[in-house]
Each structure stands twice: as structure tokens, then as C-alpha cells.
């Protein structure tokens, strides 16, 4: 898939962005949401998501709680106040990137080189 | 659609043999594959077709390198209790290097060094209570933090010999010992231990305190081979040797309760009784010259045979064969050591205390390195023989 050589520096913030539009999420639906918003370009490893959470709550960006559905423990994942904060600013630059780079990668008309 | 038992042992099997033992990790990756699975059958594939479409992309060691990173992470946060402990262990380096040189003040190095273990212990507990607020049972916790407390005390007066240490350590011994079965019932009672404030705890410390035994064995059986190569005194080797075998015990204990194990023990009310006559015989022979030695050593050969059969053969999924191996090895060895012990009979400690028995001894204890209660009970199997050696008949 196309997208995945790009996720590695934007994951933070799609993890942040994604806990900042729900209440709590549990790993599997952080992956599932992500598939269906990007219509399956992008896919989230078990090796690219659980190491940024256990970043992000050990920045004091989330906070877990856990709870038994189907017989088995699930862990959930939430915003802390700071992490609300952080996520909007992560959200903004990465906006801001994507801006630079959409100029970037637009055609742009040649360069006079001679003098 | 719900998994079947034997679907669900094929998961836990596949995790172990990724060496994936991080429990709180190890809950959300099962919970990860279960969603994952049940989404796949319930869009018609079978169970064969959904497991293999997850796992063949995986690496074999593809959660093992996830742990390893996630531990990572965990370390920088307990950056200040690492730092306490790596100044205990140091200090307890410098006194054994006193020692073996006749230097004064070994006795206050390792006093300091035990002190300072204490307080991270107690910094470490004090700041995760506070930090998971919405964890419950916080007095129990506490109330178990004193008593493992007094407990250490009470080695820190053992060491300045202090006079007041039999009544600190029997009193200490006799709380730990009516808290057990009651921390026992309430865990056994629980589908998930990991709101439990005491088992999430353990949880979150369990790379530092794995990393603290195998460290304290490592110096444990360094300082025990210059002790017999250069006849240096054995005592330096057997403040480690104590050391792993206090601490991997009662990891060793607290690990049964995380979920993966604690799920057994609910189901079975036998093995609940099990555990706590398991706690009691591995912890009443701490009371020393108290109890005669015959139903001390008595009582540590059934401790090691009743957490070895758990251990090895009942909670080991992925290597039966060397966990077969493995018991029949303690059990021989544990045998031998009983009745060499006892009196019973003579002249075959040499063939039990020697170098190719401890090079075998941790040979299995690095074979087990996927299990952590396999490597644990190990680890403490393997500290048991370098405090004995060289036992009194040996060949040495």
C-alpha cells in the first residue's frame, strides 16, 4: 500500500487525532478506524501501534482503563487534559506539513537558470 | 462468534512461543487477536483461514520486538527507582569487593545497599499509587507494602546484628502469612486482576525486577566461583544468593495472579488451597533456627517439587519436553540435596554440588527464557545451589 512508507513520523498524531473524535478506544477498533478511514491504504501494525501507546501514556498524553467484555480483559484509551492539548497542536502542524508539501509536489513552473 | 478452548489454547500457546510475557501487553495483543479473529469468522472465513491470514505476516519474533521496545519505554518511566537500584546494586558490588579484600565497612556498604533497595521499593509503590487512582484496593496494597517492608527491615538488622530482628521477621512473616490467603480468595475471585491495584503494580515492575534477579544471580555466581577458585569466603556469593531467592519468590507468587495463570486457579479450588500451602512452605522456613531443620528443609523440597509441577508441567504449553526435563533435574537434584541434608545418606553431595551441575542448572535457566515463571523458579533453583555450595561433603 502507498501510504505505509509515510506513517512512521505521522502515527503520533493519528493515534492523537483519532482519541481526540471518541470517548475511548481499545487497540484493535484504533486499527479497524483507521483502515476504514483511509479505505484500506493505510493499515496499522501490531508493531507501529502499541509501542507509540505505551509512549503516549507514559508522556502523560493518555490514560487506561480496563474492562471485561466477552470474558477477556480489554484495555481503553483515553485523552488526559494535556493530551487534548498536545492533540490539537500535532493536528495543526501536521496540517501545516501536509500544506508545504502539497506545494511542494505541485507543478510549478521552471526555473529561468541563465543569466 | 465466541472461540472454542481449544481455539483459545492455540492463541496462548502462539503468544508463548513468541515469548510475549509482558502480561498487561500480553492481555491487549490477545485481545487485539481475538477481536481481530471474530471479525474474520463472522465475515464467513473459518478459524484455520482467519489464523493463518493474521499470522503469517508475523515475524516469529514480531511481539517479542514489541515487548522489548514497550519495556523500553516502561524503563525510561521508572527512571528514578532504576536509578536507586542500580546505586544498591553497586554498593553491594563495592562491599563484596571489601570483603573479599578484608577492607572495614562491608557491613554499612551492604546495609546502605539494602536500604537503599528498600526505599526505591517503597518510592517506586508509593508513586504508582498515587499515579492510578482508578485502581481498587488501595489499603490492601498498602497494608501489603508494610509487611514486605518490616520483612526487609528485618534482614537490615540481621546485618548490623541488632537484637530485635527474630520478633521484626516473625511478626513480619506471620502478617505476609495471614494476608496470603486472603490476597489469594480475592484475586481468585476475579476475572480481571489487572484493576487490582497490587497486581497492576507488579505488573508495570516486572522488567525492572526481572532485570534486578537475573543481575543479583549473575554477581551471585560470579562471587561464588571466586570463592572456590581462590578460596575467598562464600558469605559475599550468599548475600546475593538470599537476595534471589526473596525476591524471585515472591515475583514468582505475584506473577500466578495475573490472568493468564489466575484463570486456572479460579476454575479449581483445590489449586487455590494449592497456592497458599505453596506460600506458606516457601515462607516459614525464612523464620530460621524457629523451626528445627528438618522441616525446613522439609518443607523448601516440597515447595520446589508443588511450584515446579505448576510451573513446569501444568503451565507450560510450549516446551513440555523441557519442562519435563526440567522437573525431573529439581527433583533429582532437590532429592539428593534432602537427604544429604537430613543425614540420610552419605558421601553424594559431590556428585550433586559441582561446576558441570551448575553449568546444567543454567543452561536450563537460559533455555527458559520464554517462560518467565519457568525462568523464575529456575533462577530461584539455581541460587538455592550456589548458597548451599560447596555443601559440607562435597567433593570441592
Keep these: 500500500m502507498p501510504g505505509q512508507e ?25 486499527t479497524q478506524r483507521v483502515e476504514s478511514l483511509t479505505k484500506g491504504q493505510i493499515t496499522l501494525t501490531y508493531g507501529a501501534l502499541y509501542p507509540i501507546l505505551y509512549k503516549l501514556e507514559n508522556e502523560g498524553l493518555l490514560q487506561t482503563s480496563s474492562e471485561i467484555v466477552d470474558g477477556r480483559a480489554r484495555k481503553y484509551y483515553t485523552l488526559t487534559h494535556n493530551g487534548k492539548e498536545v492533540a490539537k497542536v500535532k493536528v495543526d502542524e501536521l496540517k501545516q506539513f501536509i500544506d508545504s508539501l502539497t506545494t511542494l509536489l505541485s507543478p510549478q513552473p521552471k526555473l529561468n537558470t541563465s543569466l | 462468534m465466541q472461540l472454542s478452548q481449544s481455539q483459545q489454547k492455540r492463541i496462548q500457546k502462539y503468544l508463548d512461543q513468541q515469548g510475549l510475557n509482558f502480561q498487561p501487553l500480553r492481555a491487549e495483543i490477545e485481545d487485539h487477536l481475538l477481536s481481530d479473529l471474530e ?19 508475523l515475524a516469529e519474533t514480531h511481539f517479542s520486538s514489541i515487548q522489548y521496545q514497550t519495556m523500553e519505554t516502561i524503563k525510561k518511566r521508572l527512571s528514578i527507582s532504576n536509578f536507586l537500584i542500580n546505586i544498591s546494586i553497586g554498593l ?29 521499593f517503597l518510592a517506586t509503590s508509593l508513586s504508582g499509587i498515587r499515579r492510578n487512582t482508578d485502581k481498587k484496593r488501595v489499603g490492601l496494597m498498602i497494608v501489603v507494602l508494610a509487611a514486605l517492608l518490616l520483612f526487609w527491615i528485618s534482614w537490615l538488622f540481621a546485618v548490623i546484628q541488632l537484637p530485635g530482628m527474630v520478633p521484626l521477621r516473625t511478626l513480619s512473616i506471620f502478617l505476609l502469612l495471614m494476608l496470603f490467603p486472603f490476597l489469594q480468595q480475592l484475586i481468585s475471585q476475579k476475572e480481571d486482576t489487572s484493576r487490582e491495584m497490587i497486581v497492576y503494580l507488579h505488573e508495570k515492575a516486572t522488567a525492572g525486577i526481572n532485570r534486578l534477579i537475573l543481575l543479583a544471580l549473575a554477581l551471585a555466581t560470579l562471587l561464588k566461583l571466586f570463592s572456590i577458585s581462590m578460596n575467598y569466603p562464600p558469605q559475599v556469593s550468599a548475600v546475593f544468593a538470599i537476595m534471589v531467592l526473596i525476591i524471585a519468590g515472591f515475583h514468582l507468587f505475584a506473577s ?14 483445590w489449586l487455590k488451597i494449592f497456592m497458599i500451602g505453596l506460600f506458606v512452605i516457601y ?5 530460621g533456627s524457629v523451626v528445627p531443620l528438618e522441616v525446613r528443609a522439609m518443607m523448601v523440597y516440597l515447595f520446589y517439587l508443588g511450584m515446579g509441577y505448576l510451573v513446569f508441567l501444568r503451565w507450560n504449553l510450549v516446551q513440555p519436553s523441557l519442562g519435563t526435563l526440567s522437573y525431573i533435574l529439581i527433583s533429582i537434584f532437590l532429592t539428593g540435596w534432602l537427604f544429604q541434608t537430613l543425614g540420610w545418606m552419605g558421601h553424594i553431595a559431590g556428585a550433586l554440588f559441582n561446576l558441570p551441575v551448575l553449568l546444567i542448572m543454567v543452561i536450563f535457566l537460559m533455555l527458559s527464557q520464554k ?25 570441592w
Design chain 2, 283 to 287: 515462607f516459614v522456613p525464612a523464620l
Design chain 2, 39 to 57: 471479525q474474520r469468522m463472522d465475515s464467513g472465513a473459518s478459524f484455520d483461514e482467519a489464523w493463518v491470514a493474521i499470522t503469517q505476516p
Design chain 1, 6 to 30: 509515510y506513517i512512521k513520523g505521522t502515527l503520533r498524531t493519528i493515534v492523537l487525532k483519532l482519541l481526540s473524535e471518541a470517548d475511548r478506544m481499545y487497540g484493535y477498533e484504533i
Design chain 2, 92 to 120: 553491594l558490588l563495592v562491599a563484596s569487593l571489601f570483603k573479599l579484600l578484608h577492607f572495614p565497612g562491608t557491613t554499612w556498604l551492604v546495609l546502605s545497599s539494602l536500604l537503599s533497595l528498600g526505599i526505591s
Design chain 2, 256 to 269: 500466578t495472579w495475573h490472568n493468564q495463570y489466575n484463570g486456572d486457579v479460579r476454575q479449581h479450588t
Design chain 2, 371 to 395: 517462560n518467565s515463571l519457568q525462568r523464575l523458579l529456575w533462577c530461584m533453583v539455581v541460587a538455592h545451589f550456589l548458597f548451599e555450595y560447596p555443601f559440607p561433603h562435597s567433593l
